[in-house]
């Protein structure tokens, strides 16, 4: 409390727990582990704060070991949608009234939560039902969650607290940050746990009612976030969790008259698809529905002749290979020079010869599997299509196996065709695509990064002169809105580099910033004035005397 006016606690990034043996998160962490692989869960739709179980189901599945049985999720009907949006408007005028203080304190809570008596439930879930490793759930549904929740609050407190500078004697400027009219969708992604926390989260903390649509291979963790929530204090129908399909969603929930938004993160496909979907409905609509999308990428890399080496090898296989390639930041497409190649290849490969892959109950490994059987076929056919390619070869990797888990080893692609197939196309999986550059053609080389791809998430470059990062940074600024100087280009930390990218990835509205949350409000002028003037007529309509 300042001057009589609340102040939210200032938010700090919450520590990643390093798991190393003998120490008690890691203790904490397998029995939570435990836990999970020895239970089996019922998962049903969430409406208005009541459980809906219907006739058509889903086994949950772990990608890393397919006999490991999670239990199942209940898919929302139709029928079951419509209900959401019914219950959600329903909610919209006492959630919208409520001061934003009372709904911050709801949110402060789940962060404190997260960080404390869930955040080994809610890593199990990640690291089971989406094949996280240990360190990667941490830093995912510990972490960056707990800060997206603390960081929201004082965005939203900024937001509120911005006013007009000037209000003149007599007259008294302000604004009112109003919720959207209508409902808000979120759909969210099976790669990050913070992501599917932070897009039904951040349009209700300003007032939004939800409808939430997780991905079906992140319904474990998403179902207890969502219980999380319940118990941290939000009013019943704010956030309706409905695991339902895409046709059944788009039909029902994006063509409705209400629809306010749609807040995404998955695939550029999908995403064009609402797109075009709402613009063929748009006379439909009370309001013009707000579009906020995170959607692909194909991240690359560019390296310098006098960069630190041992540095770039380190940054390439972080970057490609954590989480099996399946972040929307990861490296996909790296140019060397020609001068360096050799050194730079013998340090990536002593690296990439020292991971280890499987299960993500052990604790050692690096990599686990792919998320499931469609991402497994369709990284597998780029690897094939590398494998019969005359201006390709596999330098290490190419082997993968789903006998008991969807597992690929990580893969280096060498090219000579600075187009070629896998150098173009978002794959999301642990496939690197190397391309070799004549140190002279620099210039040409960066004009090539930025034309290859239609992509603008992330990218990174190394390099030690000023002028040529300088150089590099200046003819890439559009191939990417997440940028990176002699680091990998994932790992965007909330509070620190507001995330989101353009072109084919996305509206580029920085989720983790006061940007994402300004699109989640409609904004209303006042002027009141206290003696206002009683004739019409202005001075310079008197006659002269």
């Not at 435990?34 to 869960?41: H, L, R, V």
């Not at 007032?207 to 963790?221: C, R, Y």
């Not at 100087?485 to 995330?499: C, E, H, L, S, Y």
Request: glycine content about 6%.
């Amino acid at each position: 409390m300042a001057n009589g006016i609340f102040v939210p606690p200032p938010p700090k990034n919450e520590t990643v727990k390093s798991y190393a043996p003998g120490s008690i998160e890691r203790k904490l962490q397998k029995q939570a582990l435990d836990e999970i692989c020895s239970s089996q869960i019922d998962i049903p739709v969430i409406i208005g704060g009541k459980e809906y179980r219907t006739n058509q189901t889903a086994e949950l599945k772990s990608p890393s070991n397919h006999s490991r049985k999670l239990g199942h999720y209940h898919i929302a009907s139709p029928e079951l949608v419509e209900l959401a949006i019914e219950t959600s408007l329903k909610a919209r005028e006492k959630w919208a009234a409520l001061p934003w203080q009372e709904r911050a304190a709801i949110f402060l809570k789940a962060a404190e939560m997260i960080s404390s008596s869930w955040r080994y439930k809610l890593n199990a879930a990640t690291m089971i039902g989406q094949g996280k490793t240990v360190y990667q759930a941490e830093i995912d549904a510990a972490c960056e969650l707990t800060d997206f929740l603390n960081f929201n609050v004082k965005y939203m407190h900024e937001i509120y607290s911005e006013q007009p500078p000037i209000s003149p004697k007599g007259v008294w400027n302000r604004l009112e940050y109003l919720p959207l009219e209508g409902f808000v969708v979120a759909i969210t992604p099976f790669n990050f746990t913070a992501i599917a926390g932070n897009l039904p989260t951040s349009p209700a903390m300003l007032g939004n009612v939800i409808l939430w649509k997780p991905a079906s291979t992140s319904i474990l963790s998403s179902y207890y976030f969502m219980k999380l929530l319940m118990d941290a204090g939000l009013p019943d129908g704010v956030i309706n969790f409905i695991p339902c399909s895409g046709a059944t969603l788009s039909k029902v929930a994006i063509e409705h008259v209400s629809m306010a938004g749609v807040h995404f993160t998955g695939s550029t496909e999908t995403f064009g698809h609402i797109w075009k979907t709402i613009g063929e409905n748009i006379r439909k609509y009370w309001i013009y529905p707000r579009l906020v999308g995170e959607t692909g990428g194909k991240d690359f890399l560019i390296a310098h002749n006098d960069c630190d080496i041992q540095a770039l090898a380190t940054a390439c296989v972080r970057g490609a290979f954590e989480y099996q390639g399946q972040k929307c930041s990861a490296l996909s497409r790296a140019y060397f020079p020609k001068s360096q190649w050799n050194e730079i290849w013998t340090a990536m490969l002593k690296m990439i010869k020292e991971i280890k892959m499987g299960d993500v109950t052990d604790f050692t490994n690096f990599m686990s599997a792919v998320i499931d059987k469609n991402s497994f076929a369709n990284i597998k056919s780029y690897i094939d299509f590398a494998r019969d390619a005359s201006d390709a070869e596999i330098l290490c990797g190419g082997n993968y196996d789903d006998s008991k888990g969807y597992y690929i080893e990580p893969t280096v692609i060498l090219t000579s065709n600075p187009r070629f197939k896998t150098m173009a196309e978002e794959i999301f999986g642990p496939v690197l695509t190397c391309y070799i550059y004549d140190d002279e053609k620099l210039d040409e080389t960066l004009t090539l990064i930025d034309k290859t791809s239609p992509y603008a998430l992330t990218g990174a470059i190394f390099a030690k002169n000023r002028n040529v990062i300088n150089k590099m940074a200046r003819a890439l600024e559009h191939a990417a809105g997440n940028f990176y100087i002699n680091d990998k280009p994932t790992g965007a930390v909330v509070g620190q580099q507001p995330f989101g990218g353009s072109r084919a990835s996305g509206t580029n509205d920085k989720a983790g910033s006061k940007i994402n949350l300004l699109r989640w409000v409609t904004i209303r002028t006042l002027k009141e004035t206290f003696e206002p003037p009683v004739d019409f007529r202005y001075p310079h309509m008197k006659e002269e005397v």
